[in-house]
T-cell receptor
Framework: DQQVKQNSPSLSVQEGRISILNCDYTNSMFDYFLWYKKYPAEGPTFLISISSIKDKNEDGRFTVFLNKSAKHLSLHIVPSQPGDSAVYFCAASARAGGTSYGKLTFGQGTILTVHP | DAGVIQSPRHEVTEMGQEVTLRCKPI?????LFWYRQTMMRGLELLIY????????DSGMPEDRFSAKMPNASFSTLKIQPSEPRDSAVYFC???????????FGEGSRLTVL
C-alpha cells in the first residue's frame, strides 16, 4: 500500500529549462509535505516543504505546488542547473493526527538529470 | 555543527552474523528515526524515538531487528541473525519536532552474503 507515489522514475532536462517533479498521495490525513534531495552515497537533505493550508511555497529556484483536491503536489525547479542532478523524494506526514501522525512517508524517488 | 553521524558506512557480513549499526543524532534534537532504503520498498521508517523512548516500532520487519537509545546522543540498530534480504542502506535521522525537518546521516550500507 504505497501512500505516496512518484510515478516517474527519471526525468531528463536541459540546463536552464524548468524541471517538474510530480507526486501523488492517497492518505487524506496527510497535511504536510516535503521534498528531499539525495546525492549518491549521501543521506537525503531537506529542500522545501508545504502545509496543506497553502497551495504554493517558493524558495529561490524551487517552488512546490499543492493540489489538495487532486491529492497531487509538484516541485518546480527554474532554471535547472547541472548541480541539481540528484534523486528527489516526495514525503508526507499527518500533523493533525491519525495513524500516520508525524511519521514521514516517502515516495520512491525520481532521478533528475540536468544536461549542460 | 556536526550532522547526524552513522557508523559503519559499509558493512559486509555473512548470513547468521549479528550486525550493529550506530547513530549519533544532532545535539538538541528530541526525535531519532531509523529508516531503511531498498530498491523494492524505497525509504521506509523502521522505528522512531522521542526523548530516548521508542514511540513507534511498527515498521520493524521482524523480531530479528531491535533498536535502542540508551541516551540522547546514541542509538543502535541491531540485526540478529542477519539474512541476505536485510541488505540495504540504513539511515538514521534526527529532528527537533515530530513533524519537523529530518536531518539524515550518510547511511550505513549493509551487505549480507
Amino acid at each position: 500500500d504505497q501512500q505516496v507515489k512518484q510515478n516517474s522514475p527519471s526525468l531528463s532536462v536541459q540546463e536552464g529549462r524548468i524541471s517538474i517533479l510530480n507526486c501523488d498521495y492517497t492518505n487524506s490525513m496527510f497535511d504536510y509535505f516535503l521534498w528531499y534531495k539525495k546525492y549518491p552515497a549521501e543521506g537525503p537533505t531537506f529542500l522545501i516543504s508545504i502545509s496543506s493550508i497553502k497551495d504554493k511555497n517558493e524558495d529561490g529556484r524551487f517552488t512546490v505546488f499543492l493540489n489538495k483536491s487532486a491529492k497531487h503536489l509538484s516541485l518546480h525547479i527554474v532554471p535547472s542547473q547541472p548541480g541539481d542532478s540528484a534523486v528527489y523524494f516526495c514525503a508526507a506526514s499527518a500533523r493533525a493526527g491519525g495513524t500516520s501522525y508525524g511519521k514521514l512517508t516517502f515516495g520512491q524517488g525520481t532521478i533528475l538529470t540536468v544536461h549542460p | 555543527d556536526a550532522g547526524v553521524i552513522q557508523s559503519p558506512r559499509h558493512e559486509v557480513t555473512e548470513m547468521g552474523q549479528e550486525v550493529t549499526l550506530r547513530c549519533k543524532p544532532i545535539s538538541g534534537h528530541d526525535y531519532l528515526f531509523w529508516y531503511r532504503q531498498t530498491m523494492m520498498r524505497g525509504l521506509e521508517l523502521l522505528i522512531y524515538f522521542n526523548n530516548n523512548v521508542p514511540i513507534d516500532d511498527s515498521g520493524m520487519p521482524e523480531d530479528r531487528f531491535s533498536a535502542k537509545m540508551p541516551n540522547a546522543s546514541f542509538s543502535t540498530l541491531k540485526i540478529q541473525p542477519s539474512e541476505p534480504r536485510d541488505s540495504a542502506v540504513y539511515f538514521c535521522a534526527s529532528s527537533q519536532r515530530i513533524t519537523g525537518e529530518l536531518f539524515f546521516g550518510e547511511g550505513s550500507r549493509l551487505t549480507v552474503l
